[in-house]
T-cell receptor, first 110, second 113 residues
Framework: GIQVEQSPPDLILQEGANSTLRCNFSDSVNNLQWFHQNPWGQLINLFYIPSGTKQNGRLSATTVATERYSLLYISSSQTTDSGVYFCAVVWGGGADGLTFGKGTHLIIQP | DAGVIQSPRHEVTEMGQEVTLRCKPISGHNSLFWYRQTMMRGLELLIY????????DSGMPEDRFSAKMPNASFSTLKIQPSEPRDSAVYFC???????????FGPGTRLLVL
């Protein structure tokens, strides 16, 4: 199967700081999504981004499929950004379910 | 749209009991997925359906687990008999087509005593 690695595993920042989260994957993908799991456990879609760049407010993401990585940028962090950020992919050589990374646990301090 | 709906949101049961989790996908979506989240294994795919047909159940841990999708608007995940190691959060997700954006429900938090 495909391997998905996220870094860093943990990140503590002050409110207002910027951050970059990374996702590396070991094979070709047909789908790549970024999720935010909030403290209540909900998985919130951030981006569907198998390739290219997208932006949504303070968040943006870039996937370079040929080099097998994706980046999630968070600018001007707010305390509500705290939680776990997951990268998940659909392997190009397998079934259509998502394979998740272990996540980046982000804490934004006031 | 109401999004993906799951019930119950919380379930506490005793070992050996049957547990049934329910999911209503987003209307018009053709693919439905069941995932499980545990501290040890993270988020993992259990089974997925396309047009109500099970396509890949290789993630179902044991024969104690079964899933059905009798129609386009309803799916169940059943555990019989349940064991303490089944304690986890079970998520249902749906997508318009295979490989499209998957939208997750709020999850069912299961505790087996």
């Amino acid at each position: 199967g495909i391997q998905v690695e996220q870094s860093p595993p943990d990140l503590i920042l002050q409110e207002g700081a910027n951050s970059t989260l990374r996702c590396n994957f070991s094979d070709s993908v047909n789908n790549l999504q970024w999720f935010h799991q909030n403290p209540w456990g909900q998985l919130i879609n951030l981006f569907y981004i198998p390739s290219g760049t997208k932006q949504n407010g303070r968040l943006s993401a870039t996937t370079v499929a040929t080099e097998r990585y994706s980046l999630l940028y968070i600018s001007s962090s707010q305390t509500t950004d705290s939680g776990v950020y997951f990268c998940a992919v659909v392997w190009g050589g397998g079934a259509d379910g998502l394979t998740f990374g272990k996540g980046t646990h982000l804490i934004i301090q006031p | 749209d109401a999004g993906v709906i799951q019930s119950p949101r919380h379930e506490v049961t005793e070992m050996g009991q049957e547990v049934t989790l329910r999911c209503k996908p987003i209307s018009g979506h053709n693919s439905l997925f069941w995932y499980r989240q545990t501290m040890m294994r993270g988020l993992e795919l259990l089974i997925y359906f396309n047009n109500n047909v099970p396509i890949d159940d290789s993630g179902m841990p044991e024969d104690r687990f079964s899933a059905k999708m009798p129609n386009a608007s309803f799916s169940t995940l059943k555990i019989q008999p349940s064991e303490p190691r089944d304690s986890a959060v079970y998520f249902c997700a749906s997508s318009l087509y295979r490989e499209e954006t998957q939208y997750f429900g709020p999850g069912t938090r299961l505790l087996v005593l």
